[in-house]
């Protein structure tokens, strides 16, 4: 129905920089809440920011507030995580998912019904 693959992640040192894209195809993400999760190695699954369907709302976990910025382009079919001043403890795997219930933006991963299939950034101090 729709397909989620993630692009963008690699290793990149203390204080820089990276944008990680998902693309989705298949159905229009249009009218679904977007959001972005990460999973470190033998850590929960955890919330990272989310969009409203026209992007007018945004959220933001506290550890990332300040310095990760999400955005989207729904003419492309496209949502960006521009991550800046990264530390080494944003080192995970970082998954994009699709809400299409829900209008209010929801932190849970059980509200996300579609998943990519993720993309390691690696943070090295």
């Known amino acids: 129905q729709v397909q989620l693959v993630e692009s963008g992640g690699g290793l990149v040192q203390a204080g820089g920089s990276l944008r990680v894209t998902c693309v989705a195809s298949?159905?229009?993400?249009?009218?679904?809440?977007m959001g972005w999760f990460r999973q470190a190695p033998g850590k929960e699954r955890e919330f990272v920011a989310a969009?409203?369907?026209?992007?007018?709302?945004?959220y933001y976990a506290d550890s990332v507030k300040g310095r990760f910025t999400i955005s989207r382009d729904n003419a492309k079919s496209t949502v960006y995580l521009q991550m800046n001043s990264l530390k080494p403890e944003d080192t995970a795997v970082y998954y994009c998912?699709?809400?299409?219930?829900?209008?209010?933006?929801?932190?849970?991963?059980?509200?996300?019904?579609?998943w990519g299939q993720g993309t390691q950034v690696t943070v090295s101090s």
């Open positions: 998912a699709a809400d299409r219930t829900r209008v209010r933006i929801t932190t849970t991963s059980s509200a996300y019904g579609y």
């Open positions: 298949g159905r229009t993400i249009s009218s679904y809440v």
């Open positions: 969009i409203t369907s026209t992007g007018s709302s945004t």
